[in-house]
């Protein structure tokens, strides 16, 4: 029985919807267009946002430190400090105000944990002409904060240091090499040390190898090296048309419901009013 009553509730409930519904059918469609409209609306005249990527690396610089320096640049940025990003990103005013919030994020998804030396920078804007002045203009802010100055200064100084007493144990051998064969160094042992040539050669080799790592270094001793820049994309990230359109058509589909609402509200009142009335 009480199954019975349940099936005859949800048919009444359902019955009910059906008979709300076309009793407003036409409110229903012409607010269900008219928030479309609007959704179509706000997605044309909206102002677009590309995301861009850029990715760098940085054997110096951490991602951790590099978010720090994202935040000042989006701080000075939902402050409307123009002055401040232009003379942090040497760009023209009208260039700054085309950039929008600015994200790192890791490389590798898969761990997020570790400091890697390689991050992803995002970069949102409203146009993309500036892609190439933004991307100098963040990798010059990143190079020139104190902190990184002074760490590719200690690290162009180490890799100087070494390369130079690296010349001098090439120059060495290079001389004991030149000793060997004209036969100096056994003659003045006399003949009583086993030593065999090739080791030398060898010992060139391997020092010649590390010389050249270590000019690679030093050329790529920058703190801020960049893998891949911003790239310019047709369709914008934002906003959305689908995403648009859905939220006028729920938009209208809410206004129906209030008016509803507010109808069945009124009703109940006038009920209320006309039962004090009768004697």
Excluded: C, H
């Excluded at 260039?95 to 890791?106: H, L, R, S, T």
């Excluded at 270590?214 to 990230?237: D, H, R």
């Amino acid at each position: 029985m009480e199954k019975r009553n349940d099936e005859i509730d949800l048919l009444d409930l359902f019955l009910g919807t059906i008979n709300i519904f076309r009793a407003n059918f036409w409110l229903f469609t012409s607010l269900f267009l008219l928030g479309t409209a609007l959704g179509l609306a706000n997605y044309f005249n909206a102002k677009k946002v590309f995301e861009n990527r850029m990715v760098i690396s940085s054997s110096i610089l951490t991602k951790t430190y590099s978010r720090i320096l994202a935040d000042k640049i989006n701080r000075y940025r939902s402050e409307g400090n123009v002055n401040a990003l232009v003379r942090d990103l040497n760009m023209s005013p009208d260039d700054v105000k085309a950039i929008g919030q600015i994200k790192i994020e890791d490389l590798n998804e898969a761990d997020v944990s570790k400091e890697t030396d390689r991050f992803i920078v995002i970069a949102e804007t409203y146009d993309q002409r500036i892609l190439n002045d933004l991307q100098k203009g963040l990798v010059n802010y990143f190079e020139n904060n104190e902190f990184t100055k002074i760490r590719v200064e200690q690290n162009k100084s180490y890799l100087k240091q070494t390369l130079a007493k690296m010349d001098e144990e090439i120059k060495d051998m290079e001389e004991f090499k030149v000793r060997i064969f004209k036969g100096d160094f056994f003659q003045r042992s006399n003949g009583n040390i086993m030593f065999d040539p090739t080791v030398v050669n060898t010992k060139i080799l391997e020092l010649t190898k590390e010389k050249i790592n270590l000019q690679n270094a030093f050329t790529l001793a920058n703190s801020v090296q960049v893998i891949e820049g911003f790239t310019p994309f047709e369709k914008p990230s934002k906003p959305r048309l689908l995403v648009s359109i859905a939220i006028g058509a729920f938009a209208g589909l809410f206004f129906v419901a209030l008016i509803i609402a507010f109808k069945f509200l009124r009703k109940i009142l006038r009920m209320a009013d006309a039962a004090k009335q009768t004697p």
